[in-house]
């Protein structure tokens, strides 16, 4: 499982031309679910970012989780970050999750950080969306389970 952790001043989402979500101060994330992610793979997610400390204090360090700044969470589902652009140049997706296994881990993430005590809109599973946002900083983290330690 991979997300893409955007720390933002204000995000939205549009689908054919009507708002769907919207936040100020807080985070947007794309999630993308691979085949055989499980739920201990997104609990590690939840946990990993409903700790994240990447707002500043008032020294100006990144001491702060979006917790403490009653920060909001758009999250986006997006299958497009397990593309694999090994061969050729056209991306295969081959390496992500069934449209219904991900769309329900996709939700399990969402409640999960909701059971944190964090507000979090969503997007549109599955559809063709287009995501505004004021990148903060920037200050954009990775996440990937793969790669996850203890």
Request: aromatic residues 6%; hydrophobic residues 40%; proline residues 1%.
């Given at each position: 499982?991979?997300?893409?952790?955007?720390?933002?001043?204000?995000?939205?989402?549009?689908?054919?031309?009507?708002?769907?979500?919207?936040?100020?101060?807080?985070?947007?994330?794309?999630?993308?679910?691979?085949?055989?992610?499980?739920?201990?793979?997104?609990?590690?997610?939840?946990?990993?970012?409903?700790?994240?400390?990447?707002?500043?204090?008032?020294?100006?360090?990144?001491?702060?989780?979006?917790?403490?700044?009653?920060?909001?969470?758009?999250?986006?589902?997006?299958?497009?970050?397990?593309?694999?652009?090994?061969?050729?140049?056209?991306?295969?997706?081959?390496?992500?999750?069934?449209?219904?296994?991900?769309?329900?881990?996709?939700?399990?993430?969402?409640?999960?950080?909701?059971?944190?005590?964090?507000?979090?809109?969503?997007?549109?599973?599955?559809?063709?969306?287009?995501?505004?946002?004021?990148?903060d900083g920037p200050v954009t983290i990775i996440f990937d389970t793969e790669h996850k330690g203890a």
């Open positions: 499982m991979k997300a893409v952790v955007q720390r933002v001043s204000e995000a939205s989402v549009t689908i054919e031309g009507q708002l769907i979500s919207d936040i100020k101060q807080g985070y947007m994330i794309l999630l993308g679910v691979k085949q055989g992610d499980t739920q201990a793979d997104a609990d590690y997610l939840i946990r990993k970012i409903a700790n994240l400390r990447v707002f500043e204090d008032t020294e100006g360090k990144m001491n702060l989780g979006i917790k403490d700044i009653d920060g909001q969470i758009l999250s986006i589902s997006q299958f497009t970050l397990l593309a694999n652009t090994k061969k050729g140049n056209r991306p295969s997706f081959i390496e992500a999750e069934s449209p219904e296994a991900a769309n329900q881990m996709y939700q399990y993430f969402n409640e999960g950080l909701r059971k944190e005590g964090l507000i979090v809109k969503e997007g549109q599973f599955g559809a063709d969306m287009k995501v505004s946002l004021i990148n």
